[in-house]
């Protein structure tokens, strides 16, 4: 069932939301190389919790930790460890709150230090079907529309979108209906409604899409080996169009 949220509502993911994005914004700039993924993890449950939020991950179905960290061919869900970063990796970090009971939930593809141009390039159009996915959650398309956005620019840009996870409704629940994924075709699915709100997640692969799980029952990588980026935004659909509830 897909809850319609109230302005209040909305109001109050907004700053789940905000919540989300400092915290964000505040690992991404302490990325370089020799940091550890699980100094990165700690930055972020302190800051969360400073903020007034309880990191919405840790412990959610047995996740262990507050920040997801995948690391070069790591899609999703990745553990932070001990092991430093080093120069021309790429890590996508994935972060969530709960404020005032609801979910804000976002994610973000950085660069350590100087990358290949394909990484780069990799980044950039994850990025970039994103905002074209963004740009379709408006009242009265159909979920179809934000989906084929995502994988058009994906696609155009020689990448492959993942199969395997979607995006996902957001509110009281972390993961709502309707599930999103990054692919399809437009024109088809639920019909968008004022007060929906999405977690809009496009798992882009520089090879193919296939992923698999590795042995700690969360961690997904690319079968191939090649790298992905992840990159998501928390959004509300409005009568005036979609509004990105997770900036700062």
Not at 25 to 31: C, G, L, S, T
Not at 218 to 238: M, N, P, Q, R, Y
Request: with cysteine.
């Amino acid at each position: 069932m897909i809850v319609i949220k109230s302005d209040a509502e909305i109001k109050l993911m907004r700053e789940a939301g905000r919540v989300v994005a400092r915290v964000l914004d505040e690992v991404r700039q302490a990325v370089a190389p020799g940091v550890t993924t699980a100094r990165l993890d700690k930055m972020a449950e302190d800051m969360c919790r400073k903020l007034g939020a309880v990191p919405a991950f840790k412990g959610y179905r047995g996740y262990p930790f507050s920040l997801c960290c995948s690391r070069n061919e790591q899609v999703v869900h990745g553990f932070p460890g001990q092991e430093p970063l080093e120069e021309g990796d790429i890590l996508s970090m994935d972060f969530g709150c709960i404020l005032d009971g609801f979910y804000g939930d976002s994610a973000t593809t950085v660069a350590v230090g100087q990358v290949s141009a394909e990484a780069a390039e990799l980044m950039r159009v994850t990025e970039a079907s994103l905002m074209a996915g963004i740009e379709q959650a408006r009242p009265g398309n159909r979920l179809g529309d934000v989906s084929a956005a995502v994988q058009e620019v994906v696609e155009a840009g020689g990448f492959a979108v993942v199969r395997q996870f979607v995006g996902h409704g957001i509110g009281r629940g972390l993961h709502e209906d309707p599930q999103v994924p990054n692919f399809g075709a437009p024109g088809r699915g639920v019909k968008l409604k004022p007060g929906m709100a999405l977690a809009i997640e496009p798992m882009v692969n520089a090879g193919g899409w296939e992923v698999k799980i590795l042995s700690d029952g969360w961690t997904a990588v690319t079968v191939d080996g090649k790298l992905s980026a992840h990159f998501e935004h928390t959004v509300a659909i409005t009568d005036n169009g979609p509004e990105i509830l997770s900036l700062p």
